[in-house]
């Protein structure tokens, strides 16, 4: 069994950054695929980011379109963790970002970016960007 917990969120005012990131517990990173994800109130989840390796340990990252060039997700091997740095943030990133691990050893660049291929799922932190 895997446990995400998310950590870093808080509040920040528009153009500032932020650092997330996502501890595993139970077990190591068994899966290969890391993905953020945020709901906003009122508004359904959308996809972040997401991050898979193969079984030769080449990382891939993925990027919905509107976080492209300010958000970059990483993975930290000495501490366990996938990291979302966010920079330059805008008041219509205030949500509730998840992370998410997917075990499968294969995803196509479109299966990232649906929550349906994501197994386990942490219980969120709250960004809020606000002057």
């Known amino acids: 069994q895997v446990q995400l917990v998310e950590s870093g969120g808080g509040l920040v005012q528009p153009g500032g950054s932020l650092r997330l990131s996502c501890a595993a517990s139970?077990?190591?990173?068994?899966?290969?695929?890391i993905g953020w994800f945020r709901q906003a109130p009122g508004k359904e989840r959308e996809f972040v980011a997401s991050i898979r390796w193969s079984t030769t340990n080449t990382y891939y990252t993925y990027y919905a379109d509107s976080m492209k060039g300010r958000f970059t997700i990483s993975r930290d091997n000495a501490k366990n963790t996938v990291n979302l740095q966010m920079n330059n943030m805008k008041p219509e990133d205030t949500a509730v970002y998840y992370c998410?691990?997917?075990?499968?050893?294969?995803?196509?660049?479109?299966?990232?970016?649906?929550?349906?291929?994501?197994?386990?799922w942490g219980q969120g932190t709250q960004v809020t960007v606000s002057s």
């Open positions: 139970g077990r190591t990173f068994s899966g290969k695929l």
């Open positions: 998410a691990l997917g075990q499968r050893t294969y995803y196509s660049t479109s299966e990232v970016r649906s929550g349906s291929n994501y197994e386990y």
